[in-house]
C-alpha cells in the first residue's frame, strides 16, 4: 500500500475484499489480515495543515498519550474471521485520514457543563462541581452560588446554543445568526508521531460472556479482541471559530475560550474508552513552554550570570591557613 491510498477505504473495503471467504482456509485468513494489518499500519503519514491562524480560528494543538486514541471503535467492522481488527475507526471519506467530527468535539466540550435546565437526571451536587468548574476556568467574578450558576447557564447557552439570554426576561433569549457564533470543526491529525507513524494495533482482552454467568466467564481464558488506534506522541490540531464580537455582559474573550477548551480536552479526554487511558491528550503549546524553561534553567546552572558568582562564597586558597 502506497502513501497515495485511502486509508479509511482500505480499512473497510479492501481489506474484507478476499477470494472465496467461506473456503479460505484459517491459516491463510490470519496470514492475509496480519499483511494488511501491517499495511495499514506501516503507512507513512504525509498530509499539510489544513488550517492557518487567522482572525477568530482558534487552533488548539494536542499530543496524544500512551496508550493511544480511539474515535469510531463503534462502527462496525467484523466479519468474525481469524485475525482481523475487531473494532471501527473514523476516517475522512475525501482524505481517508482519521478525524473526530466537529458534532463530538462539540458534544465532549459541553459534557462539562452542567446543563441546569436540560439535564434533570444528574444529581445536583456533580452539576454544582461542574458549575464550579466552568466558572473557574472562564474567570468570572466574586459571586455567590446563584449568581455563578445563572452565569454559566449563559455561557453555556451562547457557545453551544447561540443564544444570548435576557437578565430581565429569561424565557425570552435573542437567537444569534449562524454567521455569528461558535463553529465546531473537524479535529484532525497534524502530524505523526517520531517515526512518522500515526496508527497502532492494541487488543482487549474482555473476561465476561454473553452466554456465561459472571462466575463462570472468571474461569475461562479471555479471548483478545484486536483493533486499530491512534498511536501515541500523534498531534492532533482541534479547530475552532468564534465570533468576531461576544457582548460585553457575557466576559468572555478569545484567551478565556482557549484555555476553558484545553483543560475540557485534557481533563475530561476524548473519543472512547477514556476509562482505561486512551483519549488522554496534553497540550502541545504548553509543553514547549514548560520544555523551553527547563533548557533555560539548565543554562542558568551551567553557566551562572556574573551577579550570582559574585554572591557565591569564595573557596579558601589551597595551603592558606
Not at 7 to 26: A, C, H, P, Q, S
Not at 129 to 150: H, M, P, R, T, V
Not at 278 to 304: A, C, F, M, V, W
Request: glycine share 6%; hydrophobic share 35%.
Amino acid at each position: 500500500m502506497n502513501t497515495n491510498t485511502n486509508i479509511g477505504w482500505y480499512y473497510y473495503r479492501e481489506y474484507f475484499n478476499l477470494t472465496n471467504l467461506d473456503k479460505v482456509i484459517i491459516d491463510e485468513a490470519v496470514a492475509n489480515f496480519e499483511k494488511k494489518n501491517k499495511n495499514i499500519t506501516n503507512t507513512p503519514f504525509v498530509v499539510e495543515p489544513l488550517y492557518k491562524a487567522s482572525k477568530g480560528l482558534i487552533l488548539l494543538r494536542m499530543e496524544t498519550t500512551y496508550p493511544g486514541l480511539l474515535m469510531g471503535a463503534g462502527y462496525a467492522h467484523e466479519i468474525k474471521a481469524e485475525g482481523e481488527l475487531k473494532l471501527g475507526l473514523s476516517f475522512d471519506h475525501t482524505t481517508g485520514l482519521p478525524y473526530l467530527p466537529g458534532s463530538s468535539v462539540k458534544g465532549i466540550l459541553r459534557s462539562a457543563f452542567p446543563k441546569w435546565d436540560s439535564d434533570p437526571t444528574t444529581p445536583e451536587n456533580i452539576k454544582r462541581a461542574k458549575n464550579e468548574y466552568i466558572y473557574d476556568y472562564l474567570q468570572g467574578q466574586e459571586a455567590n452560588s446563584e449568581q455563578k450558576k445563572q452565569q454559566v447557564i449563559a455561557w453555556e447557552q451562547y457557545i453551544f446554543e447561540g443564544k444570548i439570554l435576557k437578565q430581565n426576561n429569561k424565557d425570552k433569549a435573542i437567537q444569534v445568526p449562524l454567521y455569528e457564533r461558535f463553529i465546531f470543526l473537524d479535529a484532525y491529525l497534524e502530524q505523526g508521531d517520531a517515526a512518522g507513524k500515526i496508527l497502532g494495533t492494541d487488543a482487549i482482552t474482555p473476561h465476561i460472556h454473553k452466554d456465561k454467568s459472571y462466575e463462570e466467564a472468571l474461569l475461562k481464558n479471555p479471548v483478545p479482541v484486536a483493533f486499530l488506534k491512534i498511536l501515541p506522541e500523534v498531534i492532533i490540531c482541534f479547530p475552532f471559530q468564534i465570533p468576531e464580537t461576544i457582548p460585553k455582559e457575557l466576559e468572555l474573550d478569545e484567551a478565556k475560550i482557549r484555555n476553558l477548551f484545553i483543560n475540557i480536552l485534557k481533563d475530561f479526554g476524548v473519543g472512547a474508552k477514556t476509562n482505561v487511558g486512551y483519549g488522554n491528550l496534553k497540550d502541545l503549546d504548553e509543553s514547549k513552554k514548560n520544555e523551553t524553561t527547563t533548557i533555560q534553567h539548565r543554562k542558568q546552572e551551567q553557566n551562572p550570570s556574573i551577579s550570582e558568582r559574585l554572591k557565591a562564597p569564595s573557596l579558601p586558597l589551597s595551603g592558606s591557613l
